[in-house]
């Protein structure tokens, strides 16, 4: 029986060292495209694909990140006094049913493979999404959901992938690839960050993943890979043989926010997006360009 998908883990503990000076005091996943924090992009994705319940994994100076999806009596108070009727229906992704957010502290950062361990009793026996909120997603169909699909059509393990260009193999988790159909893949390795030389394709694994719970009793083993950090992808490596476990080439375009040029170009993208900036945001640029 293929158990129905409610959970979510939301790693935020990173020390976001790209993108220094502005996540000096404040959370990279705070961080705006067009006037969202990214944490709120992946929970709306995450509740777009039938996600329940969310586990932050966080560290210092991160409570900005919960309280955004707390209620601001104050704030909504003196808005509707106002008569601010946007404003206040511009806060509404950002509320979340009572009790449906936890967090824990990683208190070190290990590694996002720790990070998911330390996730372990809100992940308990069940299938569980991770996303990284600062990969972002511009899709028709929400990332998320399309990996949802995949995992009730597979009952195992799925991650979302995309072909990079062969010399930037190593900054991601790499598939070894087995039979193909064009958009499910069957993964028969994981490599993380191998060097172009070593890697056994351009196949790489983003920030979203449907994982079985099988995978924290090998992130318990709390094995340093590369970086010197408790990696994810080494963890799941082990999963293959034991469980099904597949690639999906998802529909849409992939932003790295965790980068600056990724960031800039998810903010154009994000705003073409929009009708009431489409407009404006194509003439500005054309001064530029
Ligand atoms: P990154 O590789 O982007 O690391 O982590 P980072 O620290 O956030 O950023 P840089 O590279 O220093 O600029 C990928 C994801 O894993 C989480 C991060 O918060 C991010 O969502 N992570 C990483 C943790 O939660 N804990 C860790 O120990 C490492």
């Known amino acids: 029986m293929i158990k129905k998908l409610r959970k979510a883990v939301l790693p935020v503990a990173g020390l976001g060292t790209r993108f220094l000076p502005a996540t000096k005091a404040t959370a990279k996943e705070m961080l705006p495209v067009v006037d969202k924090p990214l944490i709120q992009y992946a929970v709306e994705e995450a509740r777009a694909a039938g996600i329940e319940q969310f586990c932050m994994v966080t560290g210092r100076g991160k409570t900005a990140l919960v309280e955004h999806f707390d209620v601001a009596f104050e704030l909504e108070s003196t808005l509707r006094e106002r008569a601010k009727s946007e404003a206040l229906e511009a806060l509404h992704g950002a509320q979340s049913e009572p009790g449906s ?3 824990v502290r990683q208190q070190v950062p290990l590694g996002l493979g720790h990070a998911i361990w330390c996730a372990r009793a809100f992940i308990g026996d069940d299938p569980f999404a991770i996303l990284l909120p600062d990969d972002l997603v511009l899709a028709d169909k929400p990332c998320l959901l399309q990996l949802a699909e995949a995992y009730y059509e597979t009952g195992g393990n799925v991650v979302a992938v995309t072909e ?3 010399e930037h193999t190593n900054r991601y988790g790499i598939l070894k690839v087995g039979s193909d159909d064009g958009r499910l893949v069957e993964v028969t390795g994981l490599v993380e960050k191998p060097a172009p030389k070593d890697a056994p394709s351009n196949l790489s694994i983003i920030g979203r993943y449907i994982l079985l719970p099988k995978v924290i009793d090998y992130l318990a083993l709390m094995e340093r890979g590369a970086g010197n950090e408790v990696q994810l ?7 293959i043989g034991e469980q099904p476990f597949h690639g ?6 992939r932003f790295d926010c965790g980068d600056k040029i ?4 998810a903010q154009i993208a994000f705003a073409l997006k929009r009708p009431d900036l489409a407009a404006d945001v194509r003439a500005f640029l054309k001064n530029y360009v």
């Open 248 to 253: 999906l080439r998802y529909e849409g375009r």
């Open 262 to 265: 990724g960031y800039l170009e």
């Open 164 to 166: 990079v260009p062969p």
């Open 101 to 103: 957010i936890v967090t």
């Open 233 to 239: 992808t080494d963890a799941m490596a082990r999963l």
